[in-house]
């Protein structure tokens, strides 16, 4: 199994970014999928999370600003970043909790990560 980030990069305060991100590989079913992010010298945080049905859920310092979706067929998340601050700069990795075809037991698989930097 592995997930896969695509979408990051350099953007001005204020501006947006869309990651995405593709789960692959022998998947038997996916429970929540989401976004995690950390900074320099900070430990990796929750960013939003959505569940198979569509249910989300969002840190403090993200609502109103970001959205998560999801699109099943593709075992695909998303999160669309608007009004991005020069605080939202960090590498931002996506989590997909999930069982495989190998054991059937659910376990969190993590993406490589993909770099946001939000600077003038």
């Known amino acids: 199994v592995q997930l896969v980030e695509s979408g990051g990069g350099l953007v001005q305060p204020g501006g947006s970014l869309r990651l995405s991100c593709a789960a692959s590989?022998?998947?038997?079913?996916?429970?929540?999928m989401g976004w995690y992010r950390q900074a320099p010298g900070k430990e990796r945080e929750l960013v939003a999370i959505?569940?198979?049905?569509?249910?989300?859920n969002y840190s403090d310092f993200v609502k109103g600003r970001f959205t998560i979706s999801r699109d099943n067929a593709k075992n695909a998340v998303y999160l669309q970043m608007d009004k991005l601050e020069p605080e939202d700069t960090a590498v931002y990795y996506c989590?997909?909790?999930?069982?495989?075809?190998?054991?059937?037991?659910?376990?969190?698989?993590w993406g490589q990560g993909t770099q946001v930097t939000v600077s003038a």
């Open positions: 959505i569940t198979s049905r569509g249910t989300s």
């Open positions: 590989g022998s998947i038997f079913s996916i429970n929540t």
């Open positions: 989590n997909g909790n999930l069982a495989s075809y190998d054991d059937y037991v659910r376990r969190d698989y």
